[in-house]
């Protein structure tokens, strides 16, 4: 029992006369500050509170940004040591936050230092990074690209920006086509900070199929002119779920011909028109889900939507050479989309001179 008493004894002396630390402080922030102003430092201290030395034994930071440096002299108790850390913004323009992990040999676990701190962006890098102005907003880009969106089915994209102002900004979103839905966070944009307009696209709302675009406005604050930002889709038909039997008996959607030459175009004729058809070549009805043209001198009128086993759809295709560029010849496309599981899309070259 008296051993017992003495080795207990030893080990509560060896507790309470072992190292022990305390840090002065473990956050850093250090406010907005310029890119070109270089590295900047700060001093993270510890005490020594205990009755035997210590000594830091590593330090290190989640990011290469962030370098910490330290003594590895054995720290007195009593005495102080410091953990000196240095940030380096070149190229991080926005706010930041770094975690600093350091060890003595009198913790059993590791201490987590944070700084913390935003940086002005100076004019090369915001130009490499957001090239486009925007009054005092910076952009990455005016085009949200989603590519192919399956139909009924959504999409998020994303469009990075950056207060380059000394003001705080309020973005507004104004006229988004009712199948996207546009965010801005924060809604509240400190100087030097980034923000993000998150673009959900819903396809289930949109009237559209194959490319599918629209627009709307990013202004910096309520009152301010909008940047206009463009959105692009290609919105499909899903035909995974299709069985062996029902892609034999699918609609097989056929053309009357590849292309269409007006020929020469007469500019004192009002209108100039030529008919087309598009066959079900397959058994299951062929439901035309688009017949679209890009050129605004060209019009098409659809006889029928929806096509049966072995018969047709006529297609009338309008030009107005009133409305054509100049000296420029007829030189477009006509798209149809179909559901037709194995050619969906298909293209007619319509031209004249």
């Known amino acids: 029992m008296l051993r017992f008493f003495l080795i207990a004894a030893a080990a509560l002396c060896a507790i309470t006369s072992q190292a022990q630390v305390r840090w002065l402080e473990k956050i850093h922030d250090f406010g907005a500050f310029d890119e070109d102003l270089g590295t900047v430092y700060c001093d993270?201290?510890?005490?020594?509170?205990?009755t035997e030395p210590l000594a830091i034994v590593a330090a290190r930071a989640n990011c290469g940004c962030t370098r910490p440096t330290f003594s590895h002299e054995p720290v007195a108790p009593g005495d102080t040591a410091v953990v000196t850390v240095g940030f380096d913004p070149k190229g991080r323009p926005g706010k930041f936050e770094k975690n600093i992990?350091?060890?003595t040999d009198?913790?059993?676990s590791r201490t987590t230092l944070k700084i913390r701190g935003t940086v002005i962006g100076a004019g090369n890098t915001l130009k490499s990074r957001y090239p486009v102005?925007?009054?005092p907003m910076r952009l990455r880009g005016t085009t949200v690209a989603y590519g192919p969106v399956i139909k009924d089915h959504s999409a998020v994209k994303s469009l990075e920006g950056y207060n380059a102002s000394p003001d705080t900004l309020h973005p507004v979103i104004t006229g988004a086509p009712k199948y996207i839905n546009v965010i801005c966070e924060p809604k509240t944009v400190?100087?030097?900070e980034q923000f993000v307009v998150s673009c959900i696209l819903h396809s289930d709302l949109s009237n559209d199929w194959g490319l599918t675009t629209g627009s709307f406005g990013l202004a910096p604050q309520p009152g301010d002119d909008p940047v206009n930002v463009e959105t692009v889709a290609i919105i499909k038909e899903d035909f995974s779920t299709l069985t062996p039997a029902q892609m034999d008996k699918r609609p097989v959607m056929t053309l009357s011909e590849p292309r269409i030459d007006l020929g020469h175009l007469d500019r004192s004729l009002k209108k100039i028109t030529h008919t087309f058809k598009i066959t079900n070549s397959g058994t299951d009805p062929l439901i035309l889900r688009s017949v679209t043209c890009q050129d605004p001198a060209v019009t098409l009128d659809v006889s029928a939507v929806k096509i049966k086993k072995g018969k047709s759809a006529r297609v009338t295709v309008t030009v107005d050479p009133s409305r054509l560029k100049p000296s420029a010849p007829?030189?477009?496309r006509i798209s149809i989309?179909?559901?037709?599981?194995v050619?969906?899309?298909?293209?007619?070259?319509?031209?004249?001179?």
């Open 44 to 50: 993270f201290k510890l005490v020594n509170e205990g």
């Open 343 to 353: 050619n969906p899309t298909e293209m007619i070259r319509l031209t004249g001179e």
């Open 190 to 192: 400190p100087p030097g």
């Open 337 to 341: 989309i179909a559901n037709d599981p």
């Open 330 to 332: 007829l030189n477009t």
């Open 106 to 108: 009198a913790e059993r």
């Open 133 to 135: 102005e925007a009054g």
């Open 101 to 103: 992990y350091v060890e």
